[in-house]
């Protein structure tokens, strides 16, 4: 069984960063990907950034390609996203999320088994 804990949102001006953690306990299957999705009041679930592991391959949506990175830490259970230039629209809550295995679809969220409880983000203008 794998818990998630996501940690390190919360209000920020625009241009501004935040760096949102990942902490992952208990065991699962490998390979897969661990992935960040958001969601804002009234808004469908959205893919942000997901990483294959144990491969490295990275994923990005196109809204926060060039603003939003993986950075790899090391601690093996721990996943960052490191979110830079920030815009109101990226106000939403965050959360990490684990595949049970390699997934076919790692941008779909119906391809995640685990989830966090989400953190949120505010972006003022």
């Known amino acids: 069984q794998v818990q998630l804990v996501e940690s390190g949102g919360g209000l920020v001006h625009a241009g501004g960063s935040l760096r949102l953690t990942c902490t992952q306990s208990?065991?699962?299957?490998?390979?897969?990907?661990m992935g960040w999705f958001r969601q804002a009041p009234g808004k469908d679930r959205e893919f942000v950034a997901a990483?294959?592991?144990?491969?490295?391959?990275?994923h990005y949506a196109e809204s926060v390609e060039g603003r939003f990175t993986l950075p790899r830490g090391n601690a093996k259970n721990t996943q960052y996203l490191q979110m830079n230039n920030l815009e109101p629209s990226d106000t939403a809550a965050y959360y990490c999320?684990?595949?049970?295995?390699?997934?076919?679809?790692?941008?779909?969220?119906?391809?995640?088994?685990?989830w966090g409880q989400g953190t949120q983000v505010t972006v003022s203008s």
């Open positions: 990483i294959d592991l144990p491969s490295g391959r990275t």
């Open positions: 999320a684990r595949t049970a295995g390699m997934p076919n679809r790692p941008t779909d969220w119906r391809d995640y088994f685990y």
């Open positions: 208990g065991h699962g299957y490998t390979p897969y990907s």
